[in-house]
């Protein structure tokens, strides 16, 4: 949302949000990925959003906070907060040592607090559980991010599990494409649905896909 020049942005503006999810809030949700992200919902103005994967909110925090601005809308956050389960199928020895020392803990009570001051509690619906338990709430899904576990496994089973439910028009993000372990989960989605985007890592190598829904 633009403001005049020399001018902060409004007190609770998706670009304040934005701003503040970066500085306040644990993740890896570039300011690239998020203005993608607000830009999107913006114009496709979802009513059924879904992440799976929300961490430290990062990225479900301006999804919300653009939703708010349009009037109409709510996301649906899947996420355990819990090393387990996180780390129930292998990636790599690096990557699940890494996860099973993370303060689940400190970082859910942090994102909490953090959509209740601001006040976005109305748009963001927190569902505590796995991704594969999840599934059957949803009769249709307008607009899906998929950041979960990044194992072959819970990758590819996320997109076959959530991808269905994605009524055809509607968008898809999968982040990590970069991942070996994500190339499969990736290569699923790519037989039902066209690039919009594509951003990059900092060796300019494919990093994040979004994309639309254009066949069952």
Same mark, same amino acid.
């Given at each position: 949302m633009s403001s005049k020049r020399g001018q902060s942005a409004e007190p609770g503006s998706v670009r304040e949000v934005l701003c503040l999810a970066e500085e306040k809030l644990e993740g890896w949700c570039s300011r690239e990925k998020a203005a993608a992200l607000v830009d999107l919902i913006r114009q496709e103005k979802p009513d059924i959003c879904v992440e799976i994967g929300i961490f430290g909110g990062r990225? $479900?925090?301006?999804?919300?906070?653009?939703?708010?601005?349009?009037?109409?809308?709510?996301?649906?956050? $899947?996420? #355990?907060?819990?090393?387990?389960?996180? #780390?129930?199928?292998? #990636?790599s020895e690096e990557n699940d040592a890494w996860w099973k020392e993370v303060d689940f803990p400190g970082i859910k009570r942090n994102f909490l607090a953090f959509i209740a001051k601001h006040d976005l509690t109305r748009q963001i619906r927190v569902l505590e559980c796995p991704s594969r338990e999840a599934y059957v709430l949803f009769d249709r899904i307008d607009f899906l991010?998929?950041?979960g576990a990044h194992s072959v496994f819970n990758a590819a089973e996320d997109v076959v599990l959530y991808a269905k439910k994605l009524k055809v028009g509607g968008i898809v993000v999968l982040d990590d494409i970069d991942w070996p372990t994500t190339g499969p989960a990736h290569d699923i989605l790519k037989s039902i649905a066209d690039p919009v985007l594509t951003l990059t890592n900092k060796d300019g190598?494919?990093?994040?896909?979004f994309m639309r829904k254009v066949r069952n």
């Amino acid at each position: 949302m633009s403001s005049k020049r020399g001018q902060s942005a409004e007190p609770g503006s998706v670009r304040e949000v934005l701003c503040l999810a970066e500085e306040k809030l644990e993740g890896w949700c570039s300011r690239e990925k998020a203005a993608a992200l607000v830009d999107l919902i913006r114009q496709e103005k979802p009513d059924i959003c879904v992440e799976i994967g929300i961490f430290g909110g990062r990225s $479900i925090v301006p999804c919300a906070a653009a939703l708010r601005e349009n009037g109409s809308g709510v996301v649906y956050g $899947i996420e #355990t907060w819990s090393p387990a389960v996180a #780390t129930e199928h292998f #990636t790599s020895e690096e990557n699940d040592a890494w996860w099973k020392e993370v303060d689940f803990p400190g970082i859910k009570r942090n994102f909490l607090a953090f959509i209740a001051k601001h006040d976005l509690t109305r748009q963001i619906r927190v569902l505590e559980c796995p991704s594969r338990e999840a599934y059957v709430l949803f009769d249709r899904i307008d607009f899906l991010h998929i950041d979960g576990a990044h194992s072959v496994f819970n990758a590819a089973e996320d997109v076959v599990l959530y991808a269905k439910k994605l009524k055809v028009g509607g968008i898809v993000v999968l982040d990590d494409i970069d991942w070996p372990t994500t190339g499969p989960a990736h290569d699923i989605l790519k037989s039902i649905a066209d690039p919009v985007l594509t951003l990059t890592n900092k060796d300019g190598l494919p990093a994040c896909a979004f994309m639309r829904k254009v066949r069952n």
